[in-house]
């Protein structure tokens, strides 16, 4: 059984790591001019992450077979995705899937 000294220690390391790598790119970009190629390469990495996320929780893999659908998951994107093309807000889609998920659920 860790005691609680390396739990906190390894708690504290991993905070610091994490923020460290998230905060050292800003920094770095703040000294730093782009290139607009590099801007416009670098604008199209939010949409791939989101798509990314939404596939993989869109399907089931199973080893040695074709992956199936989650049919919780597509549903609840439908109104998600309608929500994207009408508001253009992270936000308002993130709550919009929750809560679509949620009544899915619930049914």
């Avoid at 390894?10 to 607009?36: A, D, E, N, Y």
């Avoid at 590099?38 to 893999?61: G, N, R």
């Amino acid at each position: 059984m860790p005691s609680f000294n390396f739990v906190l220690l390894t708690i504290i390391g991993c905070t610091i790591v994490t923020w460290l790598s998230r905060v050292i790119p800003f920094v770095l970009l703040k000294k730093f001019q782009l290139s607009k190629t590099v801007e416009e390469y670098l604008s199209f990495v939010p949409i791939v992450i989101m798509a990314s996320l939404w596939f993989t929780s869109l399907f089931h893999q199973h080893l040695g077979s074709l992956p199936t659908i989650n049919w919780e998951n597509f549903l609840a994107s439908i109104p998600s995705v309608l929500a994207a093309f009408i508001s253009k807000s992270l936000l308002v889609v993130v709550i919009v899937g929750i809560i679509s998920l949620a009544i899915i659920r619930l049914i």
